[in-house]
């Protein structure tokens, strides 16, 4: 069998005897300072990456490094505490190997959150941007022999996003007393952030947010026939300048979005009861 078959399902199988028969329907990657909204999911069953057979090992600042099985919005859902990045220094297969696991359990929605730099001069820290489509500067995750039990060897992304949740989460936001921006998210590789040239070059290809993370996810989750919403929360507003001044920082990043986790909670509790 295909090695990376193998890992997978030994990753679901642990997952999910710790799961005490629970079938989630629903995923939420929680990004850079985000892991707070796990924290709010009932009656949770958490399992820390570790103990997880074939599974990575979170490494970045704002990361706890846990899954958690739960209810939130009424819902049964897994919540991934923590990501992976490819400037970690894992291969796409390994980046992507939890949303195959996921899929392998069951889960037929993910929502992916992530902190992310304005490159929209209207966008401001603390803003909640929905992604509505994505450019991808990273290695493609379906390079190589395609898993056949996942899905196609070329799988449509010209709705990547699934346009009915992006509907129901502005009408959410509204119903919550604030406004949602939708653009488009450029990822990038990192870990450095962007120049200044950088900057000004992605936004004249299109793109209002620029960050790390998620583009493997997804193309992955629509390969295996997720549903998918993602949503950015504005933590730094990108340089388009050359200043010896430094605006980018770890650590802020961190505290940003944590300021934002307010409006994710229920946004993100109400999406998940409405499906």
Do not use: W
């Amino acid at each position: 069998m295909d090695e990376r078959i193998n890992k997978i399902n030994t990753a679901a199988e642990f997952i999910e005897s710790r799961l005490e028969g629970r079938k989630p329907v629903a995923a939420i990657i929680l990004g850079s300072g985000l892991g707070q909204l796990a924290e709010i999911i009932e009656d949770r069953i958490t399992i820390p990456y570790t103990e997880i057979p074939c599974f990575p090992i979170s490494t970045v600042i704002g990361h706890k490094g846990n899954f958690i099985c739960g209810f939130l919005g009424g819902k049964c859902v897994l919540a991934m505490q923590g990501r992976f990045h490819y400037y970690e220094g894992y291969d796409m297969t390994t980046l992507t190997l939890p949303v195959r696991v996921m899929s392998k359990l069951g889960v037929k929605f993910l929502l992916v959150s992530n902190a992310a730099g304005a490159l929209n001069p209207e966008y401001k820290v603390g803003d909640t941007i929905i992604i509505r489509d994505h450019i991808n500067f990273m290695p493609n995750p379906l390079i190589g022999a395609n898993m056949d039990d996942f899905g196609p060897r070329f799988p449509d992304m010209t709705c990547a996003y699934d346009l009915e949740l992006q509907a129901k989460a502005v009408e959410i936001a509204a119903s919550l007393g604030f406004n949602l921006h939708k653009g488009i998210y450029f990822g990038g590789s990192g870990p450095t952030y962007e120049t200044p040239a950088e900057v000004r070059f992605f936004r004249s290809a299109g793109a209002d947010l620029v960050g790390m993370s998620t583009v493997p996810e997804v193309i992955v989750a629509r390969h295996c026939g997720m549903r998918v919403f993602g949503m950015s929360v504005v933590t730094n507003v990108c340089n388009t300048e050359n200043v010896e001044r430094n605006f980018n920082d770890g650590e802020d990043v961190v505290q940003q979005a944590n300021a934002a986790t307010a409006k994710m909670i229920p946004l993100f509790t109400k999406l998940i009861e409405s499906l």
